[in-house]
């Protein structure tokens, strides 16, 4: 599989394997009411960091893939996921907010997190962006149809993870519109790899550096 088809729309869910979010979150639970988002993700994290123990996979990659996918969970199970193929606008709200909440599917409400891809670096309209973290889930849309959704996330000076734009196919034409802070209008991304500016006309490639995908998580849990 090419490292963008994760972006393709598809009828069944391309992520067919769980992690140990769900135990992690149980036996915290049952120790502790009052465990934060931010406990879970640590007690996630140091799980896989622990279960690496050759330390084949890059510590920030496998970090920030235990921060977000026991986020996904936690944010299904309080309504908190964020799914914009059922939005009338591109504000973004939790699916809880959503008049159709109740009869959601549990792959409706459910972010699928499916890789990460660190770009070292990558230049657009004049505008450089560094050590970038192209972060992609799939989400059942109204046609139970699984679909993209992007994050993009770098470090700060603090070694925090700082998202700074998103995008979702929002015509269902197999491009990703990416809403990115450093500009006041949308670029394409394709299931290429390709970053396209309709301001400009320009289109870049971006270039993988590494990349961790759900299949290399589910590895952690065979050993």
């Known amino acids: 599989m090419r490292d963008f088809d994760s972006l393709l729309k598809t009828k069944t869910s391309k992520r067919t394997n ?3 979010v769900m135990d992690i979150y149980r036996q ?31 510590k920030h990659l496998l970090a920030l893939w235990g921060m977000l996918d026991m986020k996904s969970f936690v944010d299904a199970l309080s309504g908190d996921t964020i799914n914009p193929y059922f939005l009338t606008t591109r504000n973004l709200q939790p699916v809880k907010d959503l008049p159709e909440y109740i009869y959601l599917s549990d792959e409706a409400r459910f972010l699928n997190l499916l890789d990460i891809k660190y770009i070292k670096k990558f230049e657009l309209e004049g505008v450089s962006f560094n050590e970038v ?42 491009n990703v519109e990416l809403f990115i802070s ?10 290429r790899g390709s970053i396209h500016s309709p301001l400009s006309g320009k289109m870049i490639k971006l270039k993988i550096k590494d990349i961790l995908t759900a299949d290399e998580i589910a590895k952690l849990y065979d050993k």
């Open 133 to 174: 973290y192209l972060v992609t889930y799939e989400i059942a849309d109204k046609n139970n149809d699984f679909r993209p959704y992007v994050t993009l996330l770098t470090l700060n000076e603090e070694n925090q993870f700082i998202e700074f734009g998103y995008g979702y196919d929002t015509n269902d034409n197999g």
């Open 18 to 20: 769980r992690s140990n």
């Open 182 to 191: 450093s500009y006041n209008y949308i670029v394409f991304l394709t299931t």
């Open 28 to 58: 915290a639970r049952n120790e502790n009411k009052n465990f934060s988002l931010e406990d879970l993700q640590l007690l996630n994290t140091n799980d896989l960091l622990k279960r690496d123990f050759k330390h084949k996979i890059d």
